[in-house]
């Protein structure tokens, strides 16, 4: 049986991005993906299906072929005009409900003025701006925090990629994390975070692969929710961000341990809920096949 603390820590944490790289699936493998993950056994781990606003018509077409018994939640990359992307989108939901719905929006601001301008585009829609993590995050984070309400101005760092570069350093993921901590801002992380512990990996599905160093994701979202609950310092979530052993992550029914550090169950729900939002992975079952394999599940 999984624990309050495991399923407090995990539940909804996946946001299933087949589509975008390693894995680069076509529509229809994605889509079936997703439906047969949503049978599975741990389809309570199992967020949004995250897609392209420019291929909403495109999932639309093998939903309604599909015909999914409770509607999917997704969340939608916009890019371009953004006032053409919430129009597309209010029509997609409006069009497809009780198959499928745009419940957040996701885009990469050029800087603060595009942030001002995507807000007023979805003034009503939570949106994740990913912001650049080889800046200093404070200016754009505080401009999100500007606009739009607590709930829906949402922050996003992209946390890996398929390339040893791609990947921002320990110091870098957080400097991010403290700085949206400080500003109130919930985030939500992408790429790279396949695995629960930081460690080496491979980059792709490929054969021929080459491996790098990954953050882990129980590393970044547990670190999160001490920052929340206990305003962590940014040299304690460096060296949390840091941890490969998974016996320093002392899980009991009551909560969690690292250190000296103590966090509830119901702080890693409050924490979840209300500031570490969720990751996108493009691949569901590697996370999965992972914690089963740390007895975390």
């Known amino acids: 049986m999984v624990s309050y603390p495991i399923k407090s820590l995990l539940t909804g944490l996946v946001d299933y991005a087949g589509l975008f790289p390693p894995a680069r699936l076509d529509m229809a493998a994605a889509v079936e993906e ?126 890996g990629g398929i390339t040893e570069d791609a990947f921002p350093s320990i110091a870098q993921v957080a400097r991010f994390v403290v700085a949206a901590g400080r500003a109130g801002v919930a985030f939500k992380a992408t790429a790279g975070l396949h695995h629960p512990l930081r460690g080496e990996y491979r980059l792709t599905y490929e054969t021929a692969s080459p491996s790098g160093t990954m953050h882990g994701f129980l590393n970044l979202f547990l670190a999160a929710a001490w920052v929340k609950d206990a305003g962590l310092s940014e040299h304690e979530v460096k060296e949390l961000l840091a941890e490969r052993r998974p016996g320093a992550l002392d899980f009991s029914a009551a909560g969690v341990a690292w250190r000296e550090h103590k966090l509830t169950a119901e702080a890693i729900a409050l924490a979840r809920r209300t500031f570490a939002i969720s990751y996108g992975s493009c691949s569901f079952q590697e996370p999965v096949d992972d914690l089963r394999h740390l007895h975390l599940i």
């Open 34 to 159: 997703y439906a047969r993950c949503r049978r599975g056994e741990e389809a309570w781990i199992l967020g949004r299906f995250v897609v392209p606003a420019s291929r909403l018509d495109e999932l639309a077409t093998l939903l309604r072929e599909r015909r999914p018994g409770d509607p999917w939640p997704l969340s939608a990359l916009v890019a371009g005009d953004p006032e053409a992307a919430r129009s597309q989108i209010d029509t997609f939901n409006s069009a497809y409900e009780g198959l499928a719905r745009v419940e957040s929006v996701e885009a990469k601001p050029a800087d603060a003025a595009d942030i001002v301008r995507i807000a007023h585009a979805f003034d009503r829609v939570e949106v994740f701006y990913e912001l650049p993590w080889d800046r200093e995050p404070e200016p754009m984070m505080e401009v999100v925090a500007a606009n739009g309400t607590r709930e829906l101005a949402r922050a996003k760092i992209r946390s």
